[in-house]
């Protein structure tokens, strides 16, 4: 599923092509994705100016002057095609700008969503409204973990992939997070000290502004809009590691499951 710096790096890509102009042509391909489509969508879009370009936890957003903002989630493997050299089965939702860029929503899995959304009342929106801090944020800070871990026997690695604690986390970046802060990922969250958490929301945020930076860690057959295909995975110093030696320690790479989610972590740096 593509995570938190895939979805950064699929907006900044559409920002390129989209904002500002005006959408000149709305095609829905399919009554629905992983659930309909909205029926007002091509009548919303068609004529519109993309005005911003956001995200939130994994959706992206698509602010117009409509007072109407599109939601999508990619999914499994959904991504954006740029200027495609031609048409997919698997492209849902196609836009045309006023200058004539294509952009194809392509989801051969057809998990994503995408829905129409009031501006002005997006943070009160359903899917919305309980999320935590975005990770990247000011208001991730050590005094947020410190509260929302407080009294927490629950192991860290699930409760940072709460999104009701921390919008966003994703298991890849959780588990390269910890390794780096040298925290084990089964450790009662309740237990980890302030300048623990001083060390993890760094790293946190260090680990994602990399692999955003790198273009995502390409998972399956993700891929940017341009098409090509994230590298951060290059730099993975745990996950799907298991048996391998610890870049710091030279320890094996080891691999507990947690929540029905493979966790990697080093027994030797991680405490």
């Not at 954006?80 to 492209?91: L, M, N, Q, T, V």
């Not at 921390?166 to 910890?178: F, H, K, Q, R, S």
Request: glycine share 12%; net charge positive; hydrophobic share 40%.
């Amino acid at each position: 599923m593509p995570e938190l710096p895939e979805v950064e790096t699929t907006v900044r890509g559409l920002a390129r092509y989209l904002e500002g102009e005006r959408i000149a042509r709305v095609a829905v391909n399919r009554p629905d994705l992983r659930r309909p489509f909205p029926p007002d969508l091509v009548q919303v879009l068609t004529g519109a100016r993309v005005t911003a370009l956001g995200r939130r936890a994994k959706y992206g957003l698509v602010h117009t002057d409509r007072g109407q903002t599109m939601v999508f989630h990619l999914g499994m493997s959904g991504r954006w095609r740029i200027e495609p050299d031609a048409a997919d089965k698997h492209d849902h939702l196609v836009l045309e700008t006023g200058a004539g860029h294509v952009l194809a929503l392509n989801d051969a899995r057809r998990f994503g969503s995408v829905d129409l959304v009031d501006t002005d009342g997006l943070e009160q929106w359903p899917a919305f409204a309980a999320l935590g801090p975005e990770p990247l944020g000011d208001e991730l800070t050590p005094a947020h973990l410190a509260a929302a871990f407080k009294g927490r026997a629950a192991p860290v690695k699930p409760l940072l992939l709460d999104q009701r604690i921390v919008a966003g986390l994703g298991n890849i970046y959780v588990c390269e997070a910890l390794l780096r802060a040298g925290i084990r990922p089964d450790r009662a969250a309740g237990s980890i000290s302030r300048k623990g958490l001083e060390r993890l929301v760094p790293e946190i945020k260090a680990v994602l502004s990399e692999s955003i930076e790198a273009g995502g860690s390409t998972i399956r057959d993700y891929a940017q809009p341009n098409g090509e295909l994230g590298y951060f995975a290059a730099s993975w110093r745990v996950y799907g590691r298991e048996g391998e030696d610890c870049h710091h320690c030279g320890k094996p790479v080891r691999r507990m499951v947690q929540g029905g989610r493979s966790t990697f972590w080093c027994g030797t740096c991680q405490k």
